[in-house]
Protein backbone atom coordinates (compact mmCIF):
# COMPACT_ATOMS: atom_id res chain seq x y z
CA UNK A 1 0.00 0.00 0.00
CA UNK A 2 1.40 3.83 -1.03
CA UNK A 3 1.51 6.15 1.60
CA UNK A 4 1.44 9.15 -0.73
CA UNK A 5 0.80 8.56 -4.12
CA UNK A 6 0.82 10.94 -6.86
CA UNK A 7 -0.11 11.18 -10.55
CA UNK A 8 0.94 11.46 -13.23
CA UNK A 9 4.55 10.69 -12.45
CA UNK A 10 5.77 11.85 -15.50
CA UNK A 11 4.43 14.85 -17.48
CA UNK A 12 5.01 16.53 -20.60
CA UNK A 13 3.47 19.60 -21.93
CA UNK A 14 3.48 22.74 -24.43
CA UNK A 15 4.04 25.96 -22.87
CA UNK A 16 0.70 27.65 -22.47
CA UNK A 17 -1.00 24.32 -21.40
CA UNK A 18 -2.99 23.49 -18.06
CA UNK A 19 -2.43 20.02 -16.36
CA UNK A 20 -2.93 18.98 -13.05
CA UNK A 21 -0.93 16.76 -10.28
CA UNK A 22 -3.34 14.57 -8.40
CA UNK A 23 -2.26 13.54 -4.26
CA UNK A 24 -3.94 11.16 -1.80
CA UNK A 25 -2.09 9.72 1.10
CA UNK A 26 -4.11 6.69 3.24
CA UNK A 27 -1.42 7.54 6.42
CA UNK A 28 -5.07 9.09 8.03
CA UNK A 29 -2.87 12.72 7.85
CA UNK A 30 -3.83 15.94 8.33
CA UNK A 31 -1.72 18.05 6.90
CA UNK A 32 -0.56 17.83 3.71
CA UNK A 33 1.91 19.94 1.54
CA UNK A 34 3.55 20.37 -1.65
CA UNK A 35 7.23 20.65 -2.63
CA UNK A 36 9.04 22.18 -5.92
CA UNK A 37 12.59 20.37 -6.66
CA UNK A 38 14.42 21.88 -8.78
CA UNK A 39 17.56 20.57 -11.37
CA UNK A 40 19.89 21.46 -8.60
CA UNK A 41 17.68 19.13 -6.49
CA UNK A 42 16.44 22.45 -4.16
CA UNK A 43 13.48 21.51 -2.11
CA UNK A 44 11.54 24.37 -1.68
CA UNK A 45 7.90 24.44 -0.19
CA UNK A 46 4.72 26.32 -2.46
CA UNK A 47 1.68 25.34 -0.32
CA UNK A 48 -0.11 23.40 3.04
CA UNK A 49 -3.28 22.71 3.81
CA UNK A 50 -4.68 21.02 7.31
CA UNK A 51 -7.97 19.64 7.10
CA UNK A 52 -8.68 21.65 3.67
CA UNK A 53 -7.70 24.83 5.02
CA UNK A 54 -4.59 26.58 3.08
CA UNK A 55 -1.88 27.31 5.85
CA UNK A 56 0.97 28.33 3.73
CA UNK A 57 1.13 30.02 0.54
CA UNK A 58 4.62 31.15 -0.25
CA UNK A 59 4.73 33.15 -3.02
CA UNK A 60 3.97 31.02 -5.64
CA UNK A 61 2.79 32.58 -9.21
CA UNK A 62 -1.20 32.64 -8.90
CA UNK A 63 -1.04 29.92 -11.86
CA UNK A 64 -0.92 27.51 -9.43
CA UNK A 65 -3.51 26.48 -7.37
CA UNK A 66 -4.29 24.11 -4.96
CA UNK A 67 -7.34 22.26 -4.22
CA UNK A 68 -7.97 20.12 -0.93
CA UNK A 69 -11.78 18.29 -1.84
CA UNK A 70 -11.12 16.32 1.92
CA UNK A 71 -7.94 16.07 4.27
CA UNK A 72 -6.80 13.02 2.25
CA UNK A 73 -6.52 14.38 -1.34
CA UNK A 74 -4.41 17.86 -2.35
CA UNK A 75 -4.38 18.53 -5.94
CA UNK A 76 -1.83 20.88 -7.89
CA UNK A 77 -3.50 22.68 -11.08
CA UNK A 78 -1.26 24.53 -13.10
CA UNK A 79 -2.88 27.41 -15.75
CA UNK A 80 -0.76 28.78 -18.78
CA UNK A 81 2.26 26.08 -18.16
CA UNK A 82 6.18 28.13 -18.49
CA UNK A 83 9.47 26.51 -19.16
CA UNK A 84 10.79 27.28 -15.75
CA UNK A 85 8.09 25.42 -14.48
CA UNK A 86 9.77 22.43 -15.47
CA UNK A 87 10.58 20.41 -12.23
CA UNK A 88 9.83 17.72 -9.84
CA UNK A 89 6.99 18.22 -8.03
CA UNK A 90 6.38 16.56 -4.33
CA UNK A 91 3.59 16.09 -2.37
CA UNK A 92 3.81 15.32 1.35
CA UNK A 93 2.12 14.49 4.47
CA UNK A 94 2.33 14.98 7.82
CA UNK A 95 0.28 14.16 11.29
CA UNK A 96 -0.72 17.24 11.85
CA UNK A 97 0.60 20.98 12.88
CA UNK A 98 1.56 20.29 15.94
CA UNK A 99 4.50 17.63 16.62
CA UNK A 100 7.00 18.68 15.53
CA UNK A 101 6.67 16.10 12.57
CA UNK A 102 8.40 14.27 9.76
CA UNK A 103 7.34 14.40 6.43
CA UNK A 104 6.28 11.31 4.12
CA UNK A 105 6.47 12.02 0.85
CA UNK A 106 4.95 10.64 -2.39
CA UNK A 107 7.46 9.32 -5.33
CA UNK A 108 7.17 12.52 -6.99
CA UNK A 109 5.69 13.78 -10.38
CA UNK A 110 8.18 15.08 -13.23
CA UNK A 111 6.92 17.78 -14.95
CA UNK A 112 8.76 18.88 -18.62
CA UNK A 113 7.07 22.11 -20.03
CA UNK A 114 8.34 22.16 -23.74
CA UNK B 1 12.38 33.56 7.85
CA UNK B 2 14.28 29.99 8.41
CA UNK B 3 17.77 29.44 6.48
CA UNK B 4 19.62 26.43 6.05
CA UNK B 5 23.35 25.68 4.95
CA UNK B 6 24.62 22.32 4.03
CA UNK B 7 27.86 20.69 3.05
CA UNK B 8 29.38 19.44 0.94
CA UNK B 9 27.39 19.29 -1.61
CA UNK B 10 29.42 15.62 -2.90
CA UNK B 11 30.96 13.44 -0.60
CA UNK B 12 33.24 10.13 -2.19
CA UNK B 13 33.76 7.53 0.82
CA UNK B 14 35.27 3.97 0.23
CA UNK B 15 33.16 1.08 1.46
CA UNK B 16 33.57 0.74 5.48
CA UNK B 17 34.45 4.78 6.26
CA UNK B 18 32.25 6.94 7.89
CA UNK B 19 30.56 9.89 6.41
CA UNK B 20 29.70 13.17 8.00
CA UNK B 21 27.40 15.69 6.58
CA UNK B 22 26.74 19.32 8.20
CA UNK B 23 24.48 21.65 8.11
CA UNK B 24 23.81 25.02 9.95
CA UNK B 25 20.14 27.48 10.73
CA UNK B 26 19.18 30.82 11.40
CA UNK B 27 16.40 30.82 13.42
CA UNK B 28 17.19 29.89 16.85
CA UNK B 29 13.54 29.10 18.02
CA UNK B 30 13.89 25.99 15.26
CA UNK B 31 12.77 22.75 17.36
CA UNK B 32 13.00 19.62 15.10
CA UNK B 33 15.46 18.96 12.75
CA UNK B 34 14.89 16.17 10.28
CA UNK B 35 17.05 13.84 8.07
CA UNK B 36 16.01 12.38 4.75
CA UNK B 37 17.39 10.26 1.75
CA UNK B 38 16.57 10.64 -1.73
CA UNK B 39 17.38 7.70 -3.68
CA UNK B 40 17.41 8.45 -7.62
CA UNK B 41 13.42 8.66 -9.07
CA UNK B 42 11.86 8.82 -5.80
CA UNK B 43 10.57 10.91 -3.04
CA UNK B 44 12.65 11.77 0.33
CA UNK B 45 12.37 9.09 3.21
CA UNK B 46 12.79 10.22 6.42
CA UNK B 47 15.81 8.14 8.20
CA UNK B 48 16.64 9.62 11.30
CA UNK B 49 15.20 13.02 13.27
CA UNK B 50 16.11 15.01 16.56
CA UNK B 51 13.96 17.57 19.00
CA UNK B 52 15.69 19.97 20.59
CA UNK B 53 15.97 19.18 23.66
CA UNK B 54 17.90 16.19 22.86
CA UNK B 55 21.55 16.53 21.86
CA UNK B 56 21.94 13.58 20.08
CA UNK B 57 20.38 10.46 18.58
CA UNK B 58 21.41 7.56 17.13
CA UNK B 59 19.78 4.35 15.06
CA UNK B 60 22.10 1.30 13.93
CA UNK B 61 24.49 3.21 11.71
CA UNK B 62 23.28 6.62 11.04
CA UNK B 63 23.72 9.21 14.31
CA UNK B 64 22.29 12.77 14.28
CA UNK B 65 24.24 15.43 16.28
CA UNK B 66 22.95 19.05 17.66
CA UNK B 67 24.64 21.98 18.98
CA UNK B 68 21.74 24.51 19.68
CA UNK B 69 24.05 27.57 20.57
CA UNK B 70 26.30 27.08 17.99
CA UNK B 71 23.08 26.11 15.86
CA UNK B 72 24.32 23.23 13.83
CA UNK B 73 23.47 19.51 13.51
CA UNK B 74 25.61 17.00 11.69
CA UNK B 75 24.48 13.54 10.27
CA UNK B 76 26.98 10.67 10.96
CA UNK B 77 26.93 7.45 9.01
CA UNK B 78 29.45 4.48 9.88
CA UNK B 79 30.10 1.66 8.21
CA UNK B 80 29.06 2.83 5.44
CA UNK B 81 27.79 0.22 2.01
CA UNK B 82 27.36 1.20 -1.57
CA UNK B 83 23.35 1.20 -0.88
CA UNK B 84 23.89 4.13 1.40
CA UNK B 85 24.56 6.02 -2.15
CA UNK B 86 22.12 9.02 -2.52
CA UNK B 87 21.21 12.33 -1.86
CA UNK B 88 20.87 13.37 2.31
CA UNK B 89 18.89 16.68 2.74
CA UNK B 90 18.66 18.26 6.15
CA UNK B 91 15.86 20.27 7.37
CA UNK B 92 14.98 22.24 9.92
CA UNK B 93 10.92 23.43 11.34
CA UNK B 94 11.51 26.92 12.19
CA UNK B 95 8.92 28.91 14.55
CA UNK B 96 6.45 30.30 12.22
CA UNK B 97 4.10 27.61 12.41
CA UNK B 98 2.29 25.14 9.54
CA UNK B 99 5.07 22.56 10.78
CA UNK B 100 6.54 24.42 7.72
CA UNK B 101 10.03 22.15 6.78
CA UNK B 102 13.24 24.10 5.27
CA UNK B 103 15.83 22.26 3.78
CA UNK B 104 19.43 22.21 2.94
CA UNK B 105 20.56 22.49 -0.52
CA UNK B 106 21.76 18.52 -0.36
CA UNK B 107 24.87 16.24 -0.64
CA UNK B 108 25.22 13.97 -2.80
CA UNK B 109 27.34 10.93 -0.99
CA UNK B 110 28.55 8.07 -3.06
CA UNK B 111 30.39 5.22 -1.45
CA UNK B 112 32.91 3.29 -3.69
CA UNK B 113 33.57 -0.14 -3.41
Known amino acids: DTAVSQTPKYLVTQMGNDKSIKCEQN?????MYWYKQDSKKFLKIMFS???????INETVPNRFSPKSPDKAHLNLHINSLELGDSAVYFC?????????????FGSGTRLTVV | GENVEQHPSTLSVQEGDSAVIKCTYS??????FPWYKQELGKGPQLIID?????GEKKDQRIAVTLNKTAKHFSLHITETQPEDSAVYFC????????????FGTGTQLKVEL
Open chain 2, 50 to 54: IRSNV
Open chain 1, 27 to 31: LGHDT
Open chain 2, 91 to 102: AARGHGGGNKLT
Open chain 1, 92 to 104: ASSQDLGGPYGYT
Open chain 1, 49 to 55: YNNKELI
Open chain 2, 27 to 32: DSASNY
